[in-house]
């Protein structure tokens, strides 16, 4: 079955083919038929190389090699897939949240005129994420790297006609560059370093590096500005919540299954070299903690209900790279398969709450939705609670293991995720109380029109909604005298990492009452939220009204994207300005313009001789002669 691996990535390619080729000439059943048929067909091939693995005892890792890709001097690669745990994991994840954001597409998007050609955006978005999480060395990576970037300019500026839509896509797609580039930057430097890119020739000889090496550090850092660009970590975040100009089902794409978990995986991928890198993993978990803080207060005061969930997941993304920071890279990993969970739930979740209000996304015209959409309710209630942290639910496990590492490590980094676990609680039971709670306050219209979203859209949310309930069982703590898992099945991935790390345990009864603490805190949170939302019937402001200096500052995003236009957009446009105004105008055109008066003048001069008498074309023929005789002579 493992030779059979080629196939997961082979569908969805075929998928975009079909879809892409002859999407005019398919009906939009056929096209849906056909793209959500990939993506389940690549889900149970995933599914029966999980199985096989767990069944292989010490032979899980596999490196199938289609073809010799590049030969060039001394440097060669492979198109080579590598199938192990963390590979399979991604591959779960990323088929299984894929085929069911992929059915509820074909509800959400069955009236829209570029039906198909979604639905072939969407297979090829899969496609390339498939082969970044399969490649067997940094350079196929980075082909599926770079693909998933093409994909989300192509679905984020879908609806292209909305210019500020398209704005939003070119926005991802440049900032994602600034962050590839250090990642190219890596890749060089690990060739140059290792004399290969393949993960078996790297990290067999990394192992012989000794900690904290400047080549090693210099190589981590790279690859994570990478990462810091992919899955949206400060100062490189800010295209994501702007990413919520596409589609619905694609923020749940990019959110939950493929795009920004990449480079949580990039990290996890190469374990041991940032083992080696302490400085490095300290400041992936510094970066990681911070914009977990900083992106949550944000959400506290955003009021477009897609909104609200991209800045959480900025902020559930730097709780994954805290965990890689600490090498805890099956925290991390832990949490990227829950998050996967309640985050595509909730994007799905928004998306059916948007189609039943017509479109609008502003909390502030909802409210007393809870008895029209019944089924979105409760699946959102589900995910609110899970992402919150709350037991028995799936985000409470994973959340809670990241923050006993940092306790254990950092009780700075604990601190501020415990802070950042507190206002998520708030930020989604305040989006939670305004959505569904109190009176509705949209238009009549609106109200007359509200229905539950069709079966198509609501089947993918009631499963999950019970993977949300249930995933987190997968890595239940130590503390609870039960075995881990995931632990179990991704410890030979992180094996040579694990030895090199310095343990950070701390006991049972400690496990408890930190549980216990979080655990108050945020029922706490919830109690303060629906009493302020719900018993008080407290609305947030409307627009134009005078907000405190510290509430504007947050609700206005801290003016991170003020900043960049003025010290970084309006800089380069007047730089293109005056380059336009002297090379493109005075160079340039004044080079070809001086061309072509310089061909009407002499052209001016010689049409004189056009006579049209016979009488001087002989004599001129004569006098040619006579001077190249002249010529000859001498």
Known sequence: MIKLVALVPLFPLLGFIITGLFGKSLSKTAAAIVASGAILLSFVVSLLLFIELIGAGDNISHTIKLFDWIQAGKF??????????????????????????????????????????????????????????????????????????LCSYLLIGFWFKNT???????????????????????????????????????????????????????????????????????????????AMAGPTPVSALIHAATMVTAGIYMIARSNILYTLAPTSMHIVA?????????AATIGLLQNDIKKVLAYSTVSQLGYMFLALGMGAYTSAVFH???????????????????????????????????????????????????????????GFFSKDEIL????????????????????????????????????????????????????????????????????GFIGLPEAFHAKHLLKSFLSPVFADSDLRMLPAEISHATEYALMALAIVIVLVVVLLARNKYVVKGELPVADGVALSPSSKLIANKYYVDEI???????????????????????????????????????????????????????FVMVLSVALLLLYISY
């Open 164 to 242: 500020s839509y398209n704005n939003a896509a070119k926005k991802a797609f440049i900032m994602n560059r600034i962050g590839d580039l250090g990642f190219l930057l890596g890749i060089f430097l690990i060739y140059v370093t290792f004399g290969s890119v393949s993960y078996s020739e790297v990290f067999a000889q990394a192992k012989f590096y000794t900690a904290d090496e400047p080549v090693i550090i210099a190589i981590t850092l790279l690859l994570f500005v990478g990462a810091m660009g992919k899955s949206a970590q400060l100062p490189l975040y800010t295209w994501l919540p702007d």
């Open 336 to 394: 990227v398969i829950t998050h996967a969970f309640f985050k595509a739930l909730l994007f799905l979740g928004a998306g059916s709450i948007i189609h039943a209000m017509g479109g609008e996304q502003d909390i502030r015209k909802m409210g007393g939705l809870k008895g029209h959409l019944p089924t979105t309710f409760a699946t959102f209630l589900i995910g609110t609670i899970a992402i919150a942290g709350i037991p028995p639910f799936a």
């Open 564 to 618: 960049y236009d003025n010290l970084i957009v309006k800089p380069l446009h007047w730089i293109s300005g005056i380059f336009y105004r002297v090379m493109d105008i005075q160079v340039v055109d004044g080079f070809v313009n001086f061309i072509g008066k310089a061909v009407v003048w002499s052209s001016n001069g010689l049409r004189l001789t056009q006579t049209g008498k016979i009488g001087y074309y002989v």
């Open 76 to 149: 060669s690669a492979d198109l080579s897939l590598l199938i192990d745990p963390l590979s399979s994991v991604f591959l779960l994840i990323i088929t299984g949240v894929g085929f069911l954001i992929h059915v509820y597409s074909t509800g959400y998007m069955h009236d829209d005129e570029g039906h198909n050609k979604f639905f072939s955006y969407l297979n090829l978005f899969v496609f390339f994420m498939l082969l970044l999480v399969l490649g067997s060395n940094y350079l196929v990576m980075f082909v599926g790297w770079e693909g998933v970037g």
């Open 286 to 294: 510094l970066i990681g903690v911070i914009t977990a803080v900083f």
């Open 404 to 471: 006993a590492h940092a306790f254990a490590h950092n009780k700075i980094f604990w601190l501020l995720g415990v802070g950042g676990s507190v206002l998520t609680a708030f930020y989604m039971f305040r989006l939670l109380f305004l959505t569904f709670y109190g009176k509705f306050r949209g238009t009549h219209h609106q109200e007359e029109h509200l229905h539950e979203s069709p079966k198509s859209i609501t089947i993918p949310l009631v499963i999950l909604a019970g993977l949300s309930i249930v995933g």
